[in-house]
């Protein structure tokens, strides 16, 4: 017989047919004493182990799954004879089974075999394919079965470097580019695997790839844990510059790689805050690698501090990858439940404002959204309890993201953004200061308040020369387009082509960016629409216009345009109600002068409640990137028509 635990637990006959080893329990009960190695576990360990709150019969339940599982692994043993495979010992229970009939146990000894000795590169090899998935995987929730998780992950990831090294060493190891590619994305911290992958590349005749598999090792090692390469790194990097044509194996003495910690998480988090771009794409597909090695590690704390580092400000309300989000969403969640309310305060508060800011309102619902508006209030509380003006400001960030819950609060996120401002200034945070001046921007702007909002995008221009914020001057540069918009309706102002010429340059610095999806687009069809109706135009029609997620809202609009008015009303008809996010005033706008040039009464009125509350700001204003009039002029004609229902 064999037992498996390196995937779901299982026992084999000898003839390779499976075990019936019971409920969960049972299982659970064997794979403890395979994690022991052979040692006793007391009676006491075991009910602790299964049990959270032990049950009053606890150890009666033990002793009947040991006796169900003697019977099951042992089923030809005579009755009244001493087992011999699951033991009783002392106070407890041991397993007597030699180790190569455990995987988990063949896998440790053949790492060990090959540590020492190269021509045992085969049995690792085995061992390694042996795996099925994660150790225990079906051992949910146990915090031994967490523990011993982390120290096989461990191990694999070693014997996985371990096996590339001892190929590369012998000769070969070309092939291995991509399983190394992979390795170094989802493990980037660990310095050995990006030197095995640039032998890797330098002995498939990619020199160029090699050296910039090195420089990016460099950036990531400085930039998110604040270390210089080792010297094998930087020994390597030395020798492909020079045009060697071999390259020697790393002097040093193989370890297991740097594994996570504080120090790693906290610069991650901090990686090109308000950066943009590919930059900080590359950085949250890193975090997001962070928070899922960490989880697997088994240790909450430490899965807690990896996703609350990440405390980079974030200003839009649409995610730019809401697929990525909702894991992170999720991971914090789980990390929440297990830290439990009596976890530290601190921990906490960074989960929730995590859940808070990742939560981003265009991509909620129903209880989604009621939870993160939830989460946000919470961790502002801890935050103001705990009087740490960092952790504070990112508590605020997400109550700034979950302040979209219906038109018409730019005045009370102009109040969030003047503390954050005024947080981040008096305790020396430069990006959440930027993040500040951002929020004022967008307030002032959707308040019509130009000059203040003027006056906040060049002091957010300023921090951004220190801090390195790229993406400030795109968005100042869009709001600026914005105020020529508004002024080209003013006697003696610029032309609609002067500020359509604005607004289209503000695109193309925006896309020069990158994957910045949840900003980019449909942003400029939208603001041309907005001119065109500032100017008494019917919308574009150009069939090139990217209209992105604002589709639904411009249709009616644009079939207008065309003559179509029957498509119009059915295109009124299927539009949604606005998502709660920067742009709910302007499209509610969209609905309202839709259904009024249609004569739909029902879709105004809908509109015209919607918009009462935001009478008095400007529609898309609080994008601080475009406009398209007063909110009361859309009011109006809205309720007009509403009126004549």
């Known amino acids: 017989?064999?037992?498996?635990?390196?995937?779901?637990?299982?026992?084999?006959?000898?003839?390779?047919?499976?075990?019936?080893?019971?409920?969960?329990?049972?299982?659970?009960?064997?794979?403890?004493?395979?994690?022991?190695?052979?040692?006793?576990v007391a009676t006491d360990t075991l009910v602790a182990d299964l049990w959270a709150e032990p049950p009053v019969r606890a150890v009666g339940a033990l002793r009947t799954f040991v006796a169900a599982l003697r019977r099951a692994i042992e089923p030809g043993r005579p009755p009244r004879t001493p087992p011999r495979v699951l033991v009783t010992?002392?106070?407890?229970?041991?397993?007597?089974?030699?180790?190569?009939?455990?995987?988990?146990?063949?896998?440790?000894?053949a790492l060990a075999r090959a540590r020492r000795a190269p021509e045992?590169?085969?049995?690792?090899?085995?061992?390694?394919?042996?795996?099925?998935?994660?150790a225990y995987a079906d051992v949910t929730g146990s915090v031994w079965a967490q523990r011993e998780r982390a120290r096989l992950e461990e191990l694999r990831l070693e014997a996985t470097e371990l096996r590339a090294r001892l190929l590369l060493d012998s000769g070969s190891g070309a092939e291995l580019v991509a399983e190394l590619g992979a390795h170094v994305t989802e493990h980037p911290w660990r310095e050995p695997a990006w030197g095995l992958l640039a032998r890797a590349l330098h002995r498939a005749g990619r020199q160029a790839d090699a050296l910039a598999t090195l420089r990016r090792a460099r950036t990531m090692l400085v930039?998110?844990?604040?270390?210089?390469?080792?010297?094998?790194?930087?020994?390597?990097?030395?020798?492909?510059?020079?045009?060697?044509?071999?390259?020697?194996?790393?002097?040093?003495?193989?370890?297991?790689?740097?594994?996570?910690?504080?120090?790693?998480?906290?610069?991650?988090?901090?990686?090109?805050?308000?950066?943009?771009?590919?930059?900080?794409?590359?950085?949250?597909r890193d975090r997001l690698a962070a928070v899922e090695a960490a989880e697997r590690t088994g240790d909450i704390a430490l899965t807690a501090r990896v996703i609350g580092a990440y405390d980079v400000p974030a200003l839009?309300?649409?995610?730019?990858?809401?697929?990525?989000?909702?894991?992170?969403?999720?991971a914090a969640e789980r990390t929440l439940t297990a830290l439990g309310t009596d976890g530290p305060a601190e921990l906490r508060a960074r989960l929730l404002a995590t859940v808070a800011v990742e939560s981003r309102s265009a991509d909620l619902s129903g209880t989604g959204a009621e939870r993160a508006g939830q989460?946000?209030?919470?961790?502002?509380?801890?935050?103001?309890?705990?009087?740490?003006?960092?952790?504070?400001?990112?508590?605020?960030?997400?109550?700034?993201?979950?302040?979209?819950?219906?038109?018409?609060?730019?005045?009370?996120?102009?109040?969030?953004?003047?503390?954050i401002l005024g947080?981040?200034?008096?305790?020396?945070?430069?990006?959440?200061?930027?993040?500040?001046?951002?929020?004022?921007?967008?307030?002032?702007?959707?308040?019509?308040?130009?000059?203040?909002?003027?006056?906040?995008?060049?002091?957010?221009?300023?921090?951004?020369?220190?801090?390195?914020?790229?993406?400030?001057?795109v968005l100042t540069g869009w709001f600026r387009a914005r105020v020529t918009a508004a002024l080209s309706t003013e006697p003696g102002g610029p032309t609609a082509a002067t500020a359509a010429a604005h607004y289209r340059a503000a695109e193309d610095a925006l896309a020069g960016t990158a994957s910045m999806p949840g900003l980019h687009r449909g942003l400029f069809a939208l603001a041309l629409l907005g001119l065109r109706l500032l100017h008494g135009?019917?919308?574009?029609?150009?069939?090139?216009?990217?209209?992105?997620?604002?589709?639904?809202?411009?249709?009616?609009?644009?079939?207008?345009?065309?003559?179509?008015?029957?498509?119009?009303?059915?295109?009124?008809?299927?539009?949604?109600?606005?998502?709660?996010?920067?742009?709910?005033?302007?499209?509610?706008?969209?609905?309202?002068?839709?259904?009024?040039?249609?004569?739909?009464?029902?879709?105004?009125?809908?509109?015209?409640?919607?918009?009462?509350?935001?009478?008095?700001?400007?529609?898309?204003?609080?994008?601080?990137?475009?406009?398209?009039?007063?909110?009361?002029?859309?009011?109006?004609?809205?309720?007009?028509?509403?009126?004549?229902?």
């Not at 779901?8 to 004493?33: C, K, N, Q, S, Y």
């Not at 690792?124 to 394919?129: G, P, Q, S, V």
């Open 537 to 645: 135009r019917p919308a574009p029609t150009d069939p090139g216009l990217d209209w992105g997620p604002y589709r639904p809202w411009a249709q009616p609009l644009v079939l207008l345009a065309r003559n179509r008015v029957e498509e119009a009303r059915t295109a009124l008809a299927a539009a949604p109600e606005p998502p709660l996010d920067h742009m709910q005033e302007a499209l509610w706008c969209l609905t309202a002068h839709a259904a009024a040039r249609l004569g739909e009464h029902p879709a105004a009125a809908r509109a015209a409640t919607a918009l009462r509350p935001a009478r008095t700001e400007h529609a898309g204003g609080a994008s601080g990137l475009l406009t398209l009039g007063p909110v009361a002029r859309y009011l109006t004609e809205a309720e007009a028509c509403a009126d004549q229902g």
């Open 120 to 134: 045992a590169l085969a049995g690792l090899e085995a061992a390694l394919a042996a795996w099925r998935g994660p």
């Open 223 to 284: 930039e998110q844990l604040g270390l210089d390469p080792g010297a094998d790194l930087r020994r390597l990097e030395a020798d492909i510059l020079q045009g060697a044509t071999t390259l020697p194996p790393a002097r040093t003495v193989w370890t297991a790689g740097v594994r996570l910690g504080p120090r790693t998480t906290v610069e991650l988090a901090r990686t090109l805050a308000l950066a943009g771009g590919d930059a900080l794409v590359h950085s949250r």
């Open 375 to 419: 989460a946000a209030r919470e961790a502002e509380a801890l935050a103001r309890e705990l009087g740490d003006p960092a952790l504070l400001v990112f508590a605020l960030n997400g109550v700034f993201l979950q302040s979209f819950t219906r038109p018409g609060l730019a005045a009370a996120r102009d109040v969030i953004g003047a503390e």
């Open 316 to 330: 839009w309300s649409r995610a730019d990858d809401p697929e990525q989000s909702r894991a992170v969403v999720a």
């Open 89 to 109: 010992e002392g106070p407890g229970y041991a397993l007597r089974l030699p180790r190569a009939q455990v995987d988990a146990h063949r896998f440790e000894d």
């Open 423 to 473: 947080l981040a200034t008096r305790h020396e945070l430069p990006n959440f200061a930027v993040l500040g001046r951002l929020i004022r921007l967008q307030s002032a702007s959707a308040l019509g308040d130009l000059d203040a909002a003027s006056a906040h995008a060049r002091a957010a221009e300023r921090l951004a020369v220190s801090t390195e914020a790229s993406l400030v001057p």
């Open 1 to 40: 017989m064999r037992i498996d635990v390196l995937g779901a637990v299982r026992a084999l006959h000898d003839d390779g047919t499976p075990v019936d080893l019971g409920g969960p329990r049972h299982r659970e009960v064997l794979a403890r004493l395979v994690a022991a190695g052979g040692r006793m």
